[in-house]
């Protein structure tokens, strides 16, 4: 069946930049998705990328997608205190519901 | 993008007991579904809510733990029925944008049940 894995802690300085790593399984996934959960909210669709894309960039996030190895990226640039959430990764494969990873706990320490 | 509203946003409930959450769209939508979030844990589909219709259960669940409404094309609820501790977890209501297939949520329900 359909996984998405993700490492699940990331500690970065402020300042910093923050790559958080995600692979999945479905070739089929038209889009990747990337969602924020800061403490005690629901989920915020940061960004998402088509899958016959390599990079999309949006202010200080990059999602880069090598859809060869069925691996996503989400980086960070200049990260700040405020960025400190889990940051799931999900993909969307064709007729299907949802698959979200586990999550990775990002921590920006000062 | 829709704005979801839920409510309650968190309530401490007895064993045994059942709760109703319920979920408010500005807009009217298609496809609207309620995930669990267990602490710690990612995001599990309970259900899709079938708008004149029954939902349709993910394994693992049946109707008589979580019955679904759906009314209308704005609104649901979902029943938490007899609850118990391990029933203790984040319920999130969600949508997703016919034209993009974007999933929006709302802020969640925090269950704790005691």
């Known amino acids: 069946g359909e996984d998405v894995e993700q490492s699940l802690f990331l500690s970065v300085r402020e300042g910093d930049s923050s790559v958080i790593n995600c692979t999945y399984t479905d070739s089929s996934s038209t889009y990747l998705y990337w969602y924020k959960q800061e403490p005690g909210a629901g989920l915020q669709l940061l960004t998402y990328i088509f899958s016959n894309m390599d990079m999309k960039q949006d202010q200080r996030l990059t999602v880069l997608l090598n859809k060869k190895d069925k691996h996503l990226s989400l980086r960070i640039a200049d990260t700040q205190t405020g960025d400190s959430a889990i940051y799931f990764c999900a993909e969307s494969p064709y007729g299907q519901n949802f698959v979200f990873g586990p999550g990775t706990r990002l921590s920006v320490l000062p | 993008s829709a704005v979801i509203s839920q409510k309650p946003s968190r309530d401490i409930c007895q064993r045994g007991t059942s709760l109703t959450i319920q979920c408010q769209v500005d807009s009217q939508v298609t496809m609207m579904f309620w995930y669990r979030q267990q602490p710690g844990q990612s995001l599990t589909l309970i259900a899709t809510a079938n708008q004149g219709s029954e939902a349709t259960y993910e394994s693992g669940f049946v109707i008589d733990k979580f019955p679904i409404s759906r009314p209308n094309l704005t609104f649901s609820t979902l029943t938490v029925s007899n609850m118990s501790p391990e029933d203790s977890s984040i319920y999130l209501c969600?949508?997703?944008?016919?034209?993009?297939?974007?999933?929006?949520f709302g802020e969640g329900s925090r269950l704790t049940v005691l």
């Open positions: 969600s949508v997703e944008e016919q034209n993009t297939g974007e999933l929006f």
